[in-house]
């Protein structure tokens, strides 16, 4: 009964590899977000899809794209990985992206080596 | 810009000693403060959302209120399960983002 679920756990990749993390949500929401989560705990928003469409997209280089096939759904690939870009990564869903309470998946871990 | 600021940065507490976390924002006009609770290794959950001065809302041992520049999450006589990492978010009118900013939460822990 997971509303929001992400894949993998835990991710840990060598530097210049490109790596995939996939979210679903099953609550029928409208809009779906990523999320990072430095080592201090802070949670700075990077994307933000409302049904398939792109609606924010805050400063994050070009080698983080984010791919939503349908509401359900928004993958975020990363293409070179660098060693700053170890963090946990957070999916999130909300029913219409217009200021009700966000619904948080597990998270990824991802370690950069 | 927005800015929200958590403290304390961390809590001890002894079981059934009550406390309170504060979250002080600065917006220029608030749409919402959200409260989340976060367990280690897991995403955040979700506690409470205030809209306005003076709100209040209540969920077991745990109660908000809202004042116009500052949030307070009140623990009542907590019990270990209570220990994690407490989370607050504000929106602000301006803009049109609905993005929240989060602060960086309050780390407690609760000594049985």
């Known amino acids: 009964d997971t509303a929001v679920s992400q894949t993998p756990k835990y991710l840990v990749t060598q530097m210049g590899n490109d790596k995939s993390i996939k979210c679903e949500q099953n609550l029928g929401h409208d809009t779906m977000y990523w999320y990072k989560q430095d080592s201090k705990k802070f949670l700075k928003i990077m994307f933000s899809y409302n049904n398939k469409e792109l609606i924010i997209n805050e400063t994050v280089p070009n080698r983080f794209s984010p791919k939503s096939p349908d509401k359900a759904h928004l993958n975020l690939h990363i293409n070179s990985l660098e060693l700053g870009d170890s963090a946990v990564y957070f999916c999130?869903?909300?029913?219409?992206?217009?200021?009700?309470?966000?619904?948080f998946g597990p998270g990824t871990r991802l370690l950069v080596l | 810009e927005d800015q929200v600021t958590q403290s304390p940065e961390a809590l001890r507490l002894q079981e059934g000693e009550s406390s309170s976390l504060n979250c002080s924002y600065t917006v220029s006009g608030l749409r919402g403060l959200f409260w989340y609770r976060q367990d280690p290794g897991k995403g955040p959950e979700f506690l409470f959302t205030l809209y306005s001065a003076g709100e209040e809302k209540e969920k077991e041992r745990l109660k908000a209120t809202l004042t116009k520049k500052e949030s307070f999450l009140h623990i009542t006589a907590p019990k270990p399960e209570d220990s994690a990492t407490y989370l607050c978010a504000v929106q602000d009118v301006s803009g049109g983002s609905y993005i929240p900013t989060f602060g960086r939460g309050t780390s407690l822990i609760v000594h049985p």
């Open positions: 999130a869903s909300s029913l219409t992206g217009l200021g009700e309470t966000q619904y």
